[in-house]
Antibody, heavy 120, light 111 residues
Framework: EVQLVESGGGLIQPGGSLRLSCAAS????????MSWVRQAPGRGLEWVSV???????YYADSVKGRFTISRDKSKNTLYLQMNTLRDEDTAVYYC??????????????WGQGTLVTVSS | QSALTQPASVSGSPGQSITISCTGT?????????VSWYQQHPGKAPKLILY???RRPSGVSNRFSGSKSGDTASLTISGLQAEDEADYHC???????????FGGGTKLTVL
């Protein structure tokens, strides 16, 4: 059974840094495409970042240069390093397994999410 | 402000059918058949219910169906049940630098 468990969220001041983790089971992170998607309070979903099985990475313009997606083969875990955090980064962050369908990314399994609150 | 436009809320009675619209542009919905829909119950993670406009993942009820016309995609839920009460999010591939866009979500209330 595929499972994704996020951790690492919390309250952080503007300008601070935080690293989110997503522990996977039931499949191999390194062999799949993986993504982070966030949801601000009362808002819709927003794609944040994706990492391909070959290591290629993509980022939403809103986080480019501040966030870094990575993975650890030995721990079967996905990470999101978030630097220079802003108030507008406040959201629940979900990790998701991605199925590549031609040009599109389909998020076929999701974790339960971890809340990041950026506030002074 | 989300890239795709959805109604904030829709409602229907048990047994009825409802349709949720999702409007984009020629750079996303209008240009490609890469529209997906996600169901999200309160406090829960989203769940994929449709992809490539009309395709259902294994295990998803055939009461959920999708369509597209021009820049607008639609999700139809037939035979409404109480368990369908949730938020529904549309999504599309985008040929712009954004790559992947979502709607603002629609809250479905089963009366």
């Amino acid at each position: 059974e595929v499972q994704l468990v996020e951790s690492g969220g919390g309250l952080i001041q503007p300008g601070g840094s935080l690293r989110l983790s997503c522990a996977a089971s039931g499949f191999t992170v390194r062999s799949n495409y993986m993504s982070w998607v966030r949801q601000a309070p009362g808002r819709g979903l927003e794609w944040v970042s994706v990492i391909y099985s070959d290591g290629g990475t993509y980022y939403a313009d809103s986080v480019k240069g501040r966030f870094t997606i990575s993975r650890d083969k030995s721990k079967n875990t996905l990470y999101l390093q978030m630097n220079t955090l802003r108030d507008e980064d406040t959201a629940v962050y979900y990790c998701a397994r991605v199925e590549l369908r031609y040009l599109d990314w389909i998020f076929d399994h999701w974790g339960q999410g971890t809340l990041v609150t950026v506030s002074s | 402000q989300s890239a795709l436009t959805q109604p904030a809320s829709v409602s229907g009675s048990p047994g009825q059918s409802i349709t949720i619209s999702c409007t984009g542009t020629s750079s996303d919905i209008g240009g490609y058949d890469y529209v997906s829909w996600y169901q999200q119950h309160p406090g829960k993670a989203p769940k994929l219910i449709l992809y490539e406009v009309t395709r259902r993942p294994s295990g998803v009820s055939n009461r959920f169906s999708g369509s597209k016309s021009g820049d607008t995609a639609s999700l139809t839920i037939s035979g409404l049940q109480a368990e369908d009460e949730a938020d529904y999010h549309c999504s599309s591939y985008s040929s712009t630098s954004t790559l992947k866009v979502f709607g603002g979500g629609t809250k479905l209330t089963v009366l």
